[in-house]
């Protein structure tokens, strides 16, 4: 039986989408009979599914035509970013200092380096940067490691919090940050996997999953689907891997000094509002610390040049009088002392 190819699919349109909708009314309905209150986090999240989806469908149709590394690089950069702002803002309820800069350098040093060896050598892609074959691999690559991240930050700041006794016994015994803290960093990073490990397990057998399915729908294979969707899966959970374990290291790192005392003071809990715009705060701070010394400079400058065109009889002016205003106050702290001016002793 041959495959259906991409010109026979059925042309979708908003209306399907629409349709589609209704199985989220019915969870609302649902929701509401049994009173769970997700309700509306349902309707957020479907609004912001079409949403965003919209967006990225425009804004890759048009990269897609342009063919530029450089694009494709600024989508892969974007894709990260949002992903680090929904662990550390939308997902996360405890946070520690420093931690948006932390988790951007993990995604960015996992799912970078996973996607372009990835798809250079076990796809087979000679050009990797090809926009149709990378940013999806970027963006499922990006998707699968915010869960690990989040669970295995989180996990470590509560057992920092709840159980910091423990840690407290191991350093005062003589252990290392290292290995005081190596019981939690294990377990941390063996929760962050077991997702990744179960899906694994259950595919082919019991589940179909979204990548071989949508290939197959586009008129790929079932065998190269099936290939397709193993290489994925072990791209997935080498990234999930990586970047829990430079999250939760620098997690730690920060927690517990450098002498060996922990840091309750740099994990807290801060709502949706104050910290959405930390970050931003942080680089206006930035700009407008840069902004007061270019002003500052040019001020100098500006007067110099005043001086040097127009104030030259002024300054000297201005220098005599600061010269007798000097006298005068050497004078008045001689007198002070006892002696006179005239009695002074000569200098040198």
């Not at 769970?36 to 965003?52: E, H, P, W, Y």
Request: aromatic content about 10%; some cysteine.
């Amino acid at each position: 039986m041959d495959s259906p190819s991409s010109d026979d699919a059925a042309e979708l349109t908003w209306i399907n989408v629409a349709l589609a909708f209704g199985f989220i009314a019915f969870n609302v309905v649902f929701s509401y009979v049994f009173d769970l209150g997700v309700g509306v986090s349902l309707l957020v999240a479907a609004t912001r599914c079409v949403v965003q989806l919209a967006i990225v469908g425009t804004l890759l149709q048009k990269v897609f035509e342009t063919d530029s590394p450089w694009a494709v690089a600024g989508i892969a950069f974007l894709l990260n970013l949002m992903g680090t702002f929904e662990i550390v803002v939308n997902k996360s309820k405890k946070r520690h200092k420093n931690m948006f800069p932390s988790v951007l350098f993990s995604l960015l040093a996992s799912t970078i380096p996973i996607s372009i060896i990835g798809v250079r050598f076990a796809m087979s892609i000679t050009k990797f940067w090809e926009p149709s074959q990378y940013i999806p691999v970027v963006g499922m690559l990006c998707g699968s490691t915010i869960n690990g991240v989040v669970v295995s930050i989180t996990y470590i700041l509560k057992e920092m919090q709840e159980n910091r006794d423990r840690v407290e016994m191991y350093l005062a015994f003589g252990a290392s940050r290292t290995e005081a803290c190596k019981p939690i960093l294990v377990d941390a990073l063996r929760i962050a996997l077991t997702p990744t490990i179960n899906q694994m397990s259950v595919l082919g057998i019991i589940s179909i999953p979204g990548m071989m399915t949508g290939a197959i729908l586009g008129g790929s294979s079932v065998e190269r689907a099936a290939k397709l969707q193993m290489i994925i899966m072990f791209f997935l959970s080498a990234s999930t891997a990586l970047a829990s374990i430079c999250s939760a290291g620098y997690a730690i790192s920060v927690v517990v000094d450098r002498d060996h005392r922990i840091r309750q003071d740099k994990i807290y809990s801060k709502s949706l509002y104050d910290f959405s715009f930390s970050f931003t705060t942080w680089g206006l701070s930035t700009i407008v610390g840069v902004w007061h010394r270019l002003r500052n400079a040019i001020r100098k400058m500006m007067k110099g040049i005043y001086v040097t065109l127009v104030g030259g009889s002024s300054g000297q002016e201005n220098r005599v009088r600061s010269g007798s205003g000097a006298a005068r106050e050497e004078r008045a702290g001689l007198l002070e002392r006892g002696l006179s001016y005239e009695e002074s002793p000569p200098l040198g």
